[in-house]
Nanobody, 120 residues
Framework: QVQLVESGGGLVQAGGSLRLSCAASGRTFSSDAMGWFRQAPGKEREFVAGIRWSGTYTYYANSVKGRFTISRDNGKNTVYLQMNSLKPEDTAVYYC?????????????WGQGTQVTVSS
């Protein structure tokens, strides 16, 4: 069992920035990849970004590429999502996920989510 706790959400104006954090605990040895999903009201959950604990692989959705940056601190078992140039359409609940690979994050462990609201 991997436990994930997200933090760092809030209210920001369009063009602003936020940094989300996801702290992992429990059986983290079973998960080599972590990432972020988001779900806006009335919309489906969508993948945002993923990263491996090992190696240098990162992956981004086209909608956030160039604006968001995912990073990690292996010693703290924490993954971050730096969000710049935020747009109102980025408004959503952001969830952290963990799995054996980036490709399987959608079926991995989930956090409780943190709300991000971007005003126009």
């Amino acid at each position: 069992q991997v436990q994930l706790v997200e933090s760092g959400g809030g209210l920001v104006q369009a063009g602003g920035s936020l940094r989300l954090s996801c702290a992992a605990s429990g059986r983290t040895f079973s998960s080599d990849a972590m990432g972020w999903f988001r779900q806006a009201p009335g919309k489906e959950r969508e993948f945002v970004a993923g990263i491996r604990w090992s190696g240098t692989y990162t992956y981004y959705a086209n909608s956030v590429k160039g604006r968001f940056t995912i990073s990690r601190d292996n010693g703290k078992n924490t993954v971050y999502l730096q969000m710049n140039s935020l747009k109102p359409e980025d408004t959503a609940v952001y969830y952290c996920a963990a799995s054996q690979s980036i490709a399987t994050l959608d079926s991995g462990s989930w956090g409780q989510g943190t709300q991000v609201t971007v005003s126009s």
